[in-house]
């Protein structure tokens, strides 16, 4: 009989599933130069949005989630991912400042249950007649699954509403 309860101890530890640690990214920059009297002035800018594994490979990366900034000036910008990586929907929230920067960012379980919550880093650097900005938030949370698929461009994870 020992050989049969070895078998299920074996079989039960083999079906455990693991929390994979995931980290989210919302991320923005800009920058703005004045140009001397030959030509014009340069400006330009980023944003994105993803969620890396401890690897550093990406299970979702859109710069617009569902073509909408991922931040959203005031109370912020909310919206639903589901896919492989979790039982139920996770919500992504991110609040931004006046010029479209992260402040603050937030991710909830499908009952919007805060999992994890962060305040966002913000770096101005001045370059002579130039500016630049740059600000990302970061949260750190686990899955419901031991192995989140990596997106190669049809993605394991899709926004599903906001």
Same mark, same amino acid.
């Given at each position: 009989?020992?050989?049969?309860?070895?078998?299920? /101890?074996?079989?039960?530890?083999?079906?455990?599933?693991?929390?994979?640690?995931?980290?989210?990214?919302?991320?923005?920059?800009?920058?703005?130069?004045?140009?001397?009297?030959? %030509?014009?002035?340069?400006?330009?800018?980023? *944003? %994105?949005? +993803? /969620?890396?594994?401890?690897? %550093?490979? +990406?299970?979702?990366?859109?710069?617009?989630?569902?073509?909408?900034?991922?931040?959203?000036? %005031?109370?912020?910008?909310?919206?639903?991912?589901?896919?492989?990586?979790?039982? $139920?929907?996770?919500?992504?929230?991110?609040?931004?400042?006046?010029?479209?920067?992260?402040?603050?960012?937030?991710?909830?379980?499908?009952?919007?249950?805060?999992?994890?919550? +962060?305040?966002?880093?913000?770096?101005?650097?001045?370059?002579?007649?130039?500016?630049? /900005?740059?600000?990302?938030?970061?949260?750190?949370?686990? *899955?419901?699954?031991?192995?989140?698929? /990596?997106?190669?461009?049809?993605?394991?994870?899709?926004? $599903? *509403?906001?």
């Amino acid at each position: 009989m020992a050989p049969l309860r070895n078998t299920l /101890i074996c079989l039960m530890a083999a079906s455990t599933v693991y929390a994979e640690h995931l980290r989210v990214v919302w991320s923005s920059g800009h920058f703005s130069s004045i140009s001397g009297p030959i %030509g014009g002035s340069q400006n330009g800018g980023y *944003s %994105g949005f +993803a /969620i890396l594994n401890d690897a %550093g490979d +990406a299970v979702y990366d859109q710069a617009n989630p569902d073509d909408h900034a991922p931040c959203y000036l %005031g109370s912020g910008r909310e919206f639903t991912i589901e896919g492989d990586c979790w039982a $139920t929907p996770r919500k992504f929230q991110c609040s931004a400042d006046f010029g479209g920067q992260p402040q603050s960012c937030a991710v909830k379980d499908g009952d919007g249950n805060v999992l994890a919550e +962060a305040d966002a880093q913000k770096d101005t650097t001045f370059i002579g007649i130039a500016i630049g /900005i740059d600000s990302s938030c970061v949260i750190e949370f686990d *899955s419901d699954s031991d192995g989140c698929p /990596i997106d190669d461009g049809n993605g394991p994870l899709h926004v $599903t *509403s906001g």
